[in-house]
């Protein structure tokens, strides 16, 4: 299988894989089904082979009653993205993980509600067991054959500065399905004719917010005559407003109808009785953590057991946000609104572990059922940082046309140290694309966020320069720009 193989018919890859977690969800539960008949009657080897002689008899009918279990397993894959065609083995497996867990657990729960016993617990504990140990090693050799049959060449144009940020980025994130093999700069660049080669070159192109549109355009026609290759574009933040565009028509003429930055009627009303329904399970069931951690954080210092701040909510009107206070009292007495800090000295040892568990923003289910907030959308700012913002960036004023969230878009594709501006396209993107099936999956997408802590995201952006030093890679200077390459 050559590598121009999978470009074309990625997608039969891809269902190949999707076919494969399919199978090994049915086997697992097939095996365990079996071991536990062999150790009912003693022979391992009948046993094993009615794993497959009594498929199309009583175990079908095993299986029938295990639908919900395939679906729901299905769509959390799809949702944790465990294909290892575009992640690392190890973050394919986390999702992995993540998702046979939740659906067991799911199994299980279901079983208790319905006080009937679909699978009994001894079968989904080992069943579990089986699967984690079979997907882990079917997701590895799968990968082990992607990357020797797929290793996609990056390059990335716009200006210098721009360029060499993302660059940064795009090496610290150590993609092995990707390389990058050029950064080329803008103010480099004479014609569109100069790019011509390095697009034949490469498979996907990074094109930035500051590249001129002239380049963009000429780039983006070119690259759509060509097969397989993918642009990706950087989007300036009034680009945002096209996504979802309806199509409509000046006499003959195709116009794009770019609507208000607003949720309409039926969705705020949709949004609100899932607020209010998940807000009142959340404290029901979360009423023991806020007790205990209520009485830790009050016998740790004396000090109160909330932290109440005036933040901003939908059409700039003010509210007050609770949270189980995480740093020591009176800590902006000296400092005034200070923007959170890495490692700050003010965070107690209770708060350190409250913050990483993210169990201090429990309480602000209370703002959400008293409609102050939502579970999902822009985080809340205080009034002082929007009008800094504002005047940098005029389009942080639109984060208040939906009311804040618990979790958000930027919340769980975002970094800890990511750029207000970046953040501000998460935030866009969700109100542009809201729906509540995208509510459904930031929520999923929060738990993952909430185990899956990467440690790069409070370092800070280091220097292309130091990048390359740590990556053991040089960037040779040429006439466009820089190559990419391996250090001695």
């Known amino acids: 299988m050559s590598k121009d193989f999978f470009k074309k018919h990625y997608a039969l890859i891809r269902l190949f894989e999707i076919t494969l977690d399919l199978f090994f969800l049915l086997f697992s539960f097939l095996l365990v089904v079996q071991v536990k008949a062999y150790f009912e009657t003693g022979d391992f080897v009948q046993s094993f082979i009615n794993i497959f002689s009594n498929f199309l008899g009583a175990k079908l009918e095993v299986l029938r009653t295990q639908i919900l279990y395939i679906v729901v397993a299905i769509v959390l894959f799809m949702v944790y993205q465990v294909s290892v065609t575009k992640k ?27 006080k009937r016993v679909l699978v009994d617990s001894m079968t989904i504990g080992f069943t579990l067991v089986s699967q984690l140990v079979l997907f882990a090693i079917y997701k590895y050799v799968f990968y082990r054959i992607i ?50 080669k390095y697009i034949d070159i490469a498979d996907d192109i990074i094109l930035l ?7 963009k355009n000429n780039i983006m026609t070119y690259c759509l005559s060509k097969m397989h290759k993918r642009v990706y574009l950087i989007p300036k933040l ?7 565009s309806k199509i409509d028509q000046i006499r003959d003429t195709p116009v794009f109808v770019s609507q208000s930055l607003h949720l309409s009627l039926t969705q705020r009303f949709i949004k609100r009785a899932t607020d209010i329904i998940i807000a009142i399970i959340g404290l029901i069931i979360s009423a023991p953590i806020l007790a205990v951690v209520a009485l830790l954080i009050k016998f740790s210092d004396k000090g109160p057991v909330f932290y109440k701040q005036e933040r901003v909510t939908r059409n700039n009107r003010y509210f007050t946000l609770i949270k189980f206070r995480t740093m020591i009292v ?39 059922l008293k409609g102050e907030m939502s579970l999902i959308g822009p985080r809340p700012e205080r009034e ?64 993952k ?31 466009l720009g820089v190559e990419i390459k391996k250090g001695l």
């Open 330 to 368: 009176d800590a902006e007495k000296h400092t005034g609104a200070v923007w959170q800090l890495e490692n700050d000295p003010r965070v107690t040892k209770i708060g350190k572990l409250l913050r990483a568990t993210r169990i201090d923003e429990l309480p602000q289910l209370i703002n959400v």
């Open 449 to 479: 966020a909430v185990l899956d802590r990467d440690a790069s995201a409070t370092l800070g952006i280091p220097s292309f320069e130091s990048i390359l030093e740590k990556e053991n890679l040089v960037a040779t200077p040429f006439i």
């Open 209 to 215: 917010e500051g590249l001129s549109e002239r380049y």
């Open 238 to 244: 009034y680009e945002i407003n096209i996504v979802n």
């Open 384 to 447: 002082i940082f929007i009008q800094q913002f504002v005047q940098s960036i005029p389009d942080f004023k639109f984060r208040v046309n939906v009311k804040p969230g618990i979790t958000g878009l930027a919340q769980v594709l975002g970094k800890y140290n990511s750029e207000p501006v970046d953040k501000l396209r998460f935030d866009l993107l969700y109100i542009r694309n809201y729906s509540f099936l995208l509510d459904i999956k930031i929520l999923f997408l929060t738990v």
């Open 147 to 196: 990357l020797k049959i797929d290793k996609r060449c990056v390059l990335i144009i716009g200006p210098e500065s721009e360029a060499k940020l993302i660059a940064t980025k795009f090496l610290m994130d150590k993609e092995e399905h990707r390389h990058l093999k050029y950064v080329l700069f803008e103010s480099l660049i004479k014609d569109s004719n100069d790019l011509i």
């Open 88 to 114: 690392r083995y190890s973050q394919a497996m986390a999702g992995t993980i993540l998702a046979l867990v939740m659906t067991n657990v799911f199994v299980f729960f279901l079983s208790a509600m319905m």
